[in-house]
């Protein structure tokens, strides 16, 4: 009976807490959010300072999360959308949903980013990755001339396959159908997204896998395990910069900013390194961990501007598909 | 009283005539040669097949249309008279309520019906557990609580054993004689008939002839009987 | 003038069928009216359908060729752990498509076990990828589905006429003729028409294992107009030609499935007396051993990857395997509530429409559904918050063509033989199926249940529109873990999914059979 009354006062306790707090809701992919993510830790940090409730919701992958606000329009619930990337923000862009940030910081990527919609929080280098120890391709040349076997996404359904057809294609320009030709023999299969792909690779069906040069870090750091390395290719790797971005039709605005401003805020920024597998927009005042410093370094770092990389995505893709279908 | 007034029950390509009275309480055995359409004639009568022209009439209430359950109409088919999964003391309970639920004195006149025929003891038997004879006598019992004023038997005791079918028909003519129902009862053995019919509609070519007093018939057969009969 | 009496009427599964339609066409609806204005049909969409069609195609009748010998060999033999085998070969139906991929690839993959032995031997690794290696994933997908479904048809010849047969001294030949090609000109056409309905919306096998853009089907074609082009139009143009392919197929089925009740038997269980020579003993023993190896060892694959990870399972994972249970549970009730007068109609002679009805939620496209349903339910309702009823309404519907090939021909056959002494007692509607029709069903039911039990325990759902973060099924959990490098958890959790499929499955097929007698 006490047990009773005592339970009964907490959530009675609760729900009022839940009702005076504003409510700030995040719609994100649907790693972000997972146990393995840096969505428990970011939701603690920042409700420790916003004196409010952060929702964090889990929508899918990058694509599916864009798909869905634009199918839910003005009327959604959302206020900010994090995890949008490079390839997506023209399209985001052009939906006319979101509103410029007020955000300000030095951010460290290899590239420099002027975008009043959105803020970058992390990002990386696609990159080949392998078993270390074993002679690595040092250019997409090198590599279709080998026997090696890769396994590769598919550009239509996964945001890796995309990256590596834009890696190619800003590479090689042109050329970029001469190499899918010379790559096609090398090509195992192409999967729907990244896990399908990894996982063959870790199962021994293919010599290399297209993942990130931080991939490494995650065998190193969580298992202990120094057995994966990513090759590096000379002609530069192409980069994934991941983004929020404010809805225009939020009912709270100021949260909405606060939360852009905490993205890149070192309490944010110290939890991508080893959540997301990626690196920070800018970097902790801790330093990268202990791990990150083995990474391949690309020379060159390869970004197509947005629409320069949206215009010419339809012809790439049919070069593509015509290349491997052969 | 059963009347069939001009009455044509179709099956397929083939069609049954029949336009004759059974009397109350009469027992009548339908008898003739393979094919001629006994059947055919008592499915028509239990409401299985359409009757496409005329009227059957019980007790001068039209009853064509009725569906087979709701004819004054109980039936045996050559087999498959009991449900498998349900037992003895629930397939005669059917015969009261279709949907078994059954009070104090249903459950009593269940019990009374199994004695009846005999089988006393066995009503949670399942049909799988009584030999051919038992479950006869099972669907008799049922017969007997739904004591309907018209039985209509389509040799459901056809496959047992000359002594037990004997047996059977005896005790079918003593229910039918404590209920005072009218009984129809298909059959290819003149012998049957004269057991316990005292009147045979000959079914031939088609034609359901009326009635006739059994020994009469049975004695001087017409010429299609004689050839059914291998008396010619 | 006297109709012939039916002992059920086809009214509710005529109302449940039409849930189905409209929830299926309803959503399809939503999406196009949802759509603006976007670039039609190109070539490469007809390339996608004509191989999402050639794929099927094969597949089916590659799996339906393959089952009935082996259906065949388990309906004539009987040997200990015979309905164990059975039950356990049908685990590949229910797995998730990227559990059962990467186990099949451990056995048949260019590092996997059979490529081994073929390295020992000095020969080159096998050639998995390509047309051959979609036909054969489906195949492993769906073959224990056409074996279950042909053993059925098998079964439900009566112990009779089998008795008569062998009175009449038919050898194999004779009883192929008399007794068992009828049976499979009434059975085989469905287990197609399901099996290419299944394989039109693949999508991640094909590509997988078809090694490129040659494999894009029109399933993938559908999720990049969503996706890449929010072209919603386009993905609904695409889902209706899934549609109208599995409806053709449909009726070429029903057309070519001639409705010939193998009749009434005393349910005496069936004993063979063909096929007792030494040379059919050695081919039924052989073909049941080939298949028992080529569909266990990927599930074998499995057990072994995920040996290491389901010790060690985070908690979260567990909620996910409740969650799932759940979700099953809810899932196997609406499939029965469907189902059940569906097969009923069916039974009375609305054949057509409910075959089409119940293929539906096979034929559409998944995203559109789900996209579909999401239109409609989010102006009105939270999604999350109807995440798993809506997960478990979609699931029971993609099982209801399973479960009417299941309870179909059983519903005709009791109503066949027991309609007209039902009719007599004037035993009819829900008298007739509760004392009668579900009762003689029992089996059949339990089979039905299990399978969709199991198959919504294994389905991702209605993708990551209504995916609730908190209440993540396993599936889904398991794509997580996947995601975040955690590849070991990921095998253990799938080994404890493989385990809560076939537990649901053996304990609901099992519960069928409990006490059903004669």
């Known amino acids: 009976m006490k047990y009773l009354a005592f339970a009964a006062g907490v959530m009675a306790a609760g729900a009022a807490v839940a009702a005076e707090k504003p409510v700030l809701t995040v719609y994100t992919y649907d790693s972000f959010v997972s146990d393995w993510g840096p969505g428990p830790a970011v939701e603690k940090a920042f409700e420790a300072v916003c004196g409010c409730d952060l929702k964090l919701v889990g929508a899918g992958d990058g694509a599916a999360l864009l798909a869905r606000v634009r199918l839910e329009g003005a009327r959604t619930e959302a206020d900010v959308v994090l995890g949008l990337d490079t390839n997506l923000t023209a399209a985001a862009r052009a939906t006319g949903l979101f509103e410029p940030h007020g955000v300000e910081a030095e951010y460290d990527l290899p590239i420099r980013w002027e975008d009043d919609t959105f803020v970058p929080y992390d990002w990386g280098y696609f990159a080949f990755v392998h078993n270390a120890g074993k002679p690595a391709p040092a250019n997409f040349r090198e590599l279709a001339d080998s026997d090696l076997k890769i396994v590769i996404q598919d550009p239509r359904s996964s945001t890796p396959g995309l990256g590596l057809l834009m890696w190619v294609k800003a590479a090689y320009k042109d050329q970029a159908g001469e190499i899918w030709e010379g790559l096609a023999d090398n090509i195992v299969t192409v999967t729907k997204g990244w896990s399908e792909a990894y996982g063959l690779f870790l199962d021994g069906e293919a010599d290399m896998v297209l993942s990130y040069t931080t991939s490494p870090a995650y065998h190193l750091i969580a298992e202990n395990d120094s057995s994966k390395a990513a090759a590096a290719f000379d002609e530069g790797h192409y980069m994934q910069v991941e983004v929020a971005g404010k809805l225009a039709g939020t009912d709270q605005p100021e949260l909405a900013d606060r939360f852009l401003q905490f993205v890149v805020s070192d309490a944010f920024q110290s939890v991508i390194p080893t959540t997301n597998w990626m690196y920070p927009a800018v970097t902790p005042k801790d330093g990268l961990p202990e791990g990150f410093e083995t990474l391949v370094k690309p020379a060159k770092s390869l970004l197509l501007p947005e629409d320069e990389a949206a215009s010419m995505r339809d012809a790439a893709l049919a070069e593509w598909r015509d290349a491997l279908s052969r | 009283m059963l009347k069939l007034e001009g009455v044509v029950i179709r099956n397929g390509a083939f069609a049954v005539t029949a336009d004759f009275e059974v009397a109350d309480g009469a027992k009548v055995a339908v008898i003739g040669p393979s094919g001629a359409g006994k059947t055919t004639l008592i499915e028509g009568i239990a409401g299985f097949l359409a009757v496409e022209r005329g009227r059957i009439l019980w007790d001068g209430r039209d009853i064509t249309a009725e569906p087979p359950g709701r004819r004054p109409v109980a039936m045996l088919f050559q087999d498959g008279n009991l449900f498998p999964h349900l037992t003895v003391a629930q397939n005669v309970g059917l015969g009261i309520r279709p949907d078994l639920k059954l009070d104090a004195d249903q459950r009593a006149r269940v019990a009374r019906a199994i004695a009846r025929v005999g089988l006393a003891g066995l009503e949670v038997r399942k049909p799988a557990e009584l030999s051919g004879g038992q479950q006869s006598r099972a669907a008799l019992a049922r017969v007997l609580v739904q004591g309907r004023p018209l039985v209509l038997l389509d040799e459901p005791f056809a496959a047992l054993g000359p002594a037990l079918k004997a047996e059977m028909l005896d005790l079918v003519a003593g229910l039918v004689a404590e209920t005072g129902a009218t009984l129809m009862m298909v059959s290819h053995d003149p012998g049957d008939a004269r057991r316990i019919a005292d009147q045979v509609v000959l079914v031939a070519e088609g034609r359901a002839h009326p009635p006739q007093e059994t020994t009469a018939l049975l004695d001087a057969p017409p010429p299609v009987l004689q050839d059914y009969l291998g008396t010619a | ?518």
């Not at chain 3, 074996?147 to 010849?157: A, H, K, T």
């Not at chain 3, 047969?165 to 068992?180: D, M």
């Not at chain 3, 249970?325 to 569906?342: D, F, H, N, Q, R």
């Not at chain 3, 021909?409 to 027991?418: F, G, I, S």
Request: charged share 15%; aromatic share 8%; glycine share 10%.
């Open chain 3, 1 to 518: 003038m006297a109709r012939r009496a039916e002992p059920v009427g086809a009214a509710v599964g005529i109302g449940a069928a039409a849930v189905v339609a409209a929830l299926i066409l309803g959503a399809l609806l939503a999406v196009f009216l949802r759509a603006e204005a976007g670039a039609g049909l190109g070539p490469a969409d007809w390339a996608a359908v004509r191989f999402t069609v050639l794929q099927a195609a094969l597949s089916a009748g590659v799996s339906v060729t393959l089952a009935v010998p082996v259906a065949r060999a388990l309906a004539r033999r009987r040997f200990p752990g015979r309905r164990w085998l059975i039950a356990l070969m049908g685990a590949p139906f229910i797995l998730p498509v990227i559990v059962a991929v990467l186990g099949l690839l451990t056995v048949f993959g260019r590092g996997g076990w059979v490529s081994h032995l073929l390295g020992w031997a000095g020969l080159p690794p096998l050639q998995i990828y390509g047309l051959h290696g979609v036909v054969l994933a489906h195949v492993f997908f769906n073959l224990p589905l056409a074996v279950r479904l042909i053993l059925q048809g098998w079964q439900e010849i009566p112990a009779e006429r089998f008795r008569l047969a062998a009175q009449l001294g038919a050898g194999p030949r004779e009883v192929r003729r008399l007794l068992e090609y009828p049976m499979l000109a009434r059975v085989a056409p469905g287990a197609l028409a399901v099996i290419f309905a299944i394989c039109l919306t693949s999508f991640a096998v094909a590509l997988t294992l078809g090694g490129g853009p040659k494999a894009t089907t029109v399933e993938l074609a559908i999720y990049q107009a969503f996706r890449f082009d929010f072209d919603l139009g386009r993905a609904a143009m695409l889902s209706v030609i899934q549609i109208v392919l599995t409806c053709a197929a449909a009726l070429v089925a029903v057309r070519a499935a001639r409705r010939d009740s193998p009749g009434g038997g005393l349910d005496r269980p069936i004993r063979r007396w063909d096929a007792t020579g030494r040379g059919a003993r050695v081919w039924d023993t052989g073909l049941i051993g080939l298949a028992a190896l080529f569909l266990l060892l990927p599930l074998a694959a499995v057990v072994l990857r995920g040996a290491a990870g389901v010790v060690d399972l985070p908690g979260v994972v567990w909620l996910a395997a409740l969650i799932s249970v759940l979700v099953a549970a809810i899932s196997t009730g609406l499939l029965l509530v469907l189902a059940l007068p569906m097969a009923a109609a069916v039974a009375v002679g609305r054949r057509a429409g409910m075959e089409i009805a119940g293929l539906l939620g096979l034929a559409a496209s998944p995203l559109v559904i789900g996209t579909g349903l999401f239109i409609v339910i989010n102006p009105v309702a939270d999604p999350f918050a109807l995440a798993l009823p809506v997960t478990a309404l979609v699931n029971a519907v993609m099982a209801l063509p399973f479960a009417l090939r299941i309870l179909v021909p059983r519903a005709v056959q009791v109503v066949e033989r027991y309609g007209r002494l039902g009719a007599s007692l004037d035993l009819r509607g829900w008298n007739f199926a509760r004392i009668v029709l579900l009762p003689r069903m029992r089996a059949q039911i339990g089979f039905a249940a299990g399978l969709g039990a199991a198959l919504s325990m294994g389905d991702l759902g209605v993708i990551a529109l209504f995916a609730d973060p908190e209440h993540a099924t396993l599936p889904l959990q398991i794509y997580r873990l996947m995601g975040s490098y955690r590849m070991e958890a990921a095998a253990g959790a799938a080994l404890l999914l493989l385990a809560l499929s076939m537990g649901a499955f053996w304990a609901l097929d099992r519960g069928g059979r409990w006490h059903a007698e004669a």
